[in-house]
């Protein structure tokens, strides 16, 4: 059982990435999914939430605009797709599937948004 980040990389500001979380061993489509980030030094940071179905979503202000969460509960898979990087953009990216007090943790991808 577990969820695996990915899509992560090195891009220039301005530019854009779309990272995956895939779960195995459990249905994805029964979890409400949240993106966190971590830049270096700080705190983690809640970046978009996802209800179970997709139907309602939340942003924190910094990503608003720019970030989309979506879901693909037939492939198991939640996205985040990023646009207008920033410098500021820069963090490790996990997702979290909880629902009550069973969580699912990743490993985390590495965005990294630099000239």
């Known amino acids: 059982v577990q969820v695996v980040e990915s899509g992560g990389g090195l891009v220039q500001p301005g530019g854009s990435l779309r990272l995956s979380c895939v779960a195995s061993?459990?249905?994805?489509?029964?979890?409400?999914v949240t993106w966190y980030r971590q830049a270096p030094g700080k705190g983690r940071e809640l970046v978009a939430i996802?209800?179970?179905?997709?139907?309602?979503?939340y942003y924190a202000d910094s990503v608003k605009g720019r970030f989309t969460i979506s879901r693909d509960n037939a492939k198991n898979n939640v996205y985040l797709q990023m646009n207008s990087l920033t410098p500021e953009d820069t963090a490790v990216y996990y997702c979290?599937?909880?629902?009550?007090?069973?969580?699912?943790w990743g490993q985390g991808t590495q965005v990294t948004v630099s000239s």
């Open positions: 979290e599937a909880r629902s009550g007090s069973v969580a699912y």
């Open positions: 996802s209800t179970s179905t997709g139907g309602s979503t």
């Open positions: 061993g459990f249905r994805l489509s029964t979890y409400p």
